[in-house]
């Protein structure tokens, strides 16, 4: 039975569940725990139809795996170029994620093919023969990866990026892209709070302007109570409490990267993002010093003239 302090649960090589353990399992994740999957064997497959039907209609899997065809070796597989680069655990690597992905090589593991209904955004990355590599979903108020790859048979365990995919992973399932100190606004966030509030009756949640609507506290079971949002509300001090007195509370804050405000190099904006463009900087005191000199040489042409004119009336005597 997985510790009820558990912040993750990794299945890797489990072997046949039962349907206790899979009942188990299916509870953990709708309280909120993330689990990670990693389908390396035939028998995976039968678990994760069992553990589809213990959860219901809270898990709805994009693809169905299915073990590979009689005689077929899963050998030597690659990954497809990545669609969804913005999102973790690929978002890391940036703008050198191909370099990163062509020299991984994977082996064993399931075949797949897509369900009816399913969402196809929730594989983030699939095999050259079309098979899923990795997907999250969600369950209840918890998230299930699936990585489909048996890591003996892989380089992706010895490769200097599986620490990083998969710090990045588990953050992503545990609603961890946060700072230390608050929580981004709109993330997706799960917090055990059991320790901290005891019994679930009479929790309230507070936000900066008073009691606020939220996704609920869930007390599925006698071990754990579950604060859950879908997404943080925005920036402030958020609170549980049990009449007047505060049981648990956190800070949600703007994420650093959508604060940062440090402009952009100016050639990035000359080499990189004007293309074919011929794009000219100006800067705005340049912009100022510009209007000023027009002015002055504006004076200066209407003084000559001025000074014409005086001429003209002398030589003249008109």
Same mark, same amino acid.
């Given at each position: 039975?997985?510790?009820?302090?558990?912040?993750?649960?990794?299945?890797?090589?489990?072997?046949?569940?039962?349907?206790?353990?899979?009942?188990?399992?299916?509870?953990?994740?709708?309280?909120?725990?993330?689990?990670?999957?990693?389908?390396?064997?035939?028998?995976?497959?039968?678990?994760?139809?069992?553990?589809?039907?213990?959860?219901?209609?809270?898990?709805?899997?994009?693809?169905?795996?299915?073990?590979?065809?009689?005689?077929?070796?899963?050998?030597?597989?690659?990954?497809?170029?990545?669609?969804?680069?913005?999102?973790?655990?690929?978002?890391?690597?940036?703008?050198?994620?191909?370099?990163?992905?062509? /020299?991984?090589?994977?082996?064993?593991?399931?075949?797949?093919?897509?369900?009816?209904?399913?969402?196809?955004?929730?594989?983030?990355?699939?095999?050259?023969?079309?098979?899923?590599? #990795?997907?999250?979903?969600?369950?209840?108020?918890?998230?299930?990866?699936?990585?489909?790859?048996?890591?003996?048979?892989?380089?992706?365990?010895?490769?200097?990026?599986?620490?990083?995919?998969?710090?990045?992973?588990?953050?992503?399932?545990?609603?961890?892209?946060?700072?230390?100190?608050?929580?981004?606004?709109?993330?997706?966030?799960?917090?055990?709070?059991?320790?901290?509030?005891?019994?679930?009756?009479?929790?309230?949640?507070?936000?900066?302007?008073?009691?606020?609507?939220?996704?609920?506290?869930?007390?599925?079971?006698?071990?754990?109570?579950?604060?859950?949002?879908?997404?943080?509300? /925005?920036?402030?001090?958020?609170?549980?409490?049990?009449?007047?007195?505060?049981?648990?509370?956190?800070?949600?804050?703007?994420?650093?990267?959508?604060?940062?405000?440090?402009?952009?190099? #100016?050639?990035?904006?000359?080499?990189?993002?004007?293309?074919?463009?011929?794009?000219?900087?100006?800067?705005?005191?340049?912009e100022t010093s510009r209007r000023d000199n027009l002015w002055a040489w504006v004076l200066v042409v209407c003084t000559v003239?001025?000074?014409?004119?005086?001429?003209?009336?002398?030589?003249?005597?008109?």
């Amino acid at each position: 039975m997985p510790s009820p302090g558990a912040e993750l649960i990794v299945l890797d090589h489990p072997g046949k569940l039962s349907t206790q353990q899979s009942a188990l399992l299916a509870a953990v994740l709708h309280q909120g725990r993330p689990v990670l999957y990693v389908t390396a064997e035939p028998v995976d497959a039968t678990n994760l139809k069992m553990l589809a039907q213990a959860a219901g209609a809270d898990l709805k899997l994009p693809v169905e795996f299915v073990p590979p065809p009689e005689g077929m070796t899963r050998q030597d597989l690659f990954l497809l170029p990545i669609r969804q680069t913005n999102v973790p655990p690929f978002s890391v690597f940036g703008e050198s994620l191909a370099a990163a992905m062509g /020299p991984l090589r994977f082996g064993g593991g399931l075949a797949s093919h897509p369900t009816a209904g399913g969402v196809d955004d929730e594989v983030l990355a699939e095999y050259n023969d079309h098979s899923a590599s #990795l997907l999250t979903t969600r369950c209840g108020a918890g998230a299930l990866a699936i990585l489909n790859v048996d890591l003996n048979e892989s380089n992706l365990i010895t490769s200097s990026v599986f620490p990083m995919m998969l710090e990045e992973l588990v953050d992503q399932l545990a609603g961890r892209h946060r700072s230390r100190d608050a929580i981004g606004c709109g993330e997706v966030a799960n917090f055990d709070i059991r320790a901290e509030a005891g019994a679930s009756t009479g929790l309230k949640v507070f936000g900066p302007a008073g009691a606020v609507e939220s996704d609920g506290i869930i007390a599925d079971d006698a071990n754990s109570i579950i604060w859950h949002w879908n997404a943080a509300g /925005p920036p402030g001090v958020y609170s549980v409490k049990r009449e007047t007195a505060t049981v648990f509370a956190l800070a949600t804050a703007a994420p650093a990267q959508a604060s940062d405000l440090t402009p952009l190099d #100016l050639t990035l904006l000359k080499n990189r993002l004007a293309g074919d463009r011929s794009v000219s900087i100006l800067s705005t005191s340049e912009e100022t010093s510009r209007r000023d000199n027009l002015w002055a040489w504006v004076l200066v042409v209407c003084t000559v003239c001025l000074l014409m004119e005086l001429a003209a009336l002398r030589i003249f005597k008109t």
